[in-house]
């Protein structure tokens, strides 16, 4: 008997352990397991409920925002960079025009002061002309004349 008596108190022992367990799993499941959310309502409230999902349609509004700035600068800057090679033609083209007549006034210069010099030396010749003729200078003395005047003019 004593071996019946073994066995009952064993079994009354493991039948107390497992509703030991039983009661306290079931109080587990009571305070906290039931109020463990699933991954569906998880995602529901990331989606929808969230403080974050608001800051999320911010950000992306700015972010729309931001690439319209973009393009219009984008298109501002085209447009900008177009003009500046017109004008580096046209400065381009205005630097030739520009040396073509400072060339031009050059010459210009050149023959007006080969006009003057030609015009002195027409008039030197009629006045030593006129001379000769009213003292009737010989071509020997007209050329020590002339000598003695690019003396003068050397030294000056």
């Not at 109020?35 to 998880?42: A, G, M, R, T, V």
């Not at 205005?94 to 008039?123: A, F, P």
Request: net charge negative; charged share 30%.
């Amino acid at each position: 008997m004593e071996e019946n008596q073994t066995i009952i108190l064993f079994w009354q022992s493991l039948s107390t352990a497992c509703v030991g367990i039983i009661v306290t799993l079931l109080g587990f499941w009571a305070t906290v397991a039931r109020k463990i959310i699933s991954k569906d309502e998880i995602s529901h409230m990331i989606l929808h409920d969230s403080p974050y999902s608001k800051d999320r349609e911010s950000i992306m509004d700015r972010l729309a925002t931001t690439k319209e700035v973009y393009v219009a600068l984008s298109i501002t800057l085209q447009k900008v960079i177009e003009v500046m090679n017109e004008l580096r033609v046209q400065i381009a083209t205005l630097s030739i025009t520009l040396n073509s007549l400072e060339g031009r006034i050059d010459i210009g210069d050149y023959k007006d002061r080969e006009r003057e010099r030609d015009d002195n030396r027409d008039s030197h010749d009629r006045n030593e002309y006129l001379a000769r003729k009213n003292k009737q200078i010989t071509p020997k003395t007209r050329k020590t004349k002339i000598d003695s005047e690019e003396d003068t003019d050397t030294t000056t």
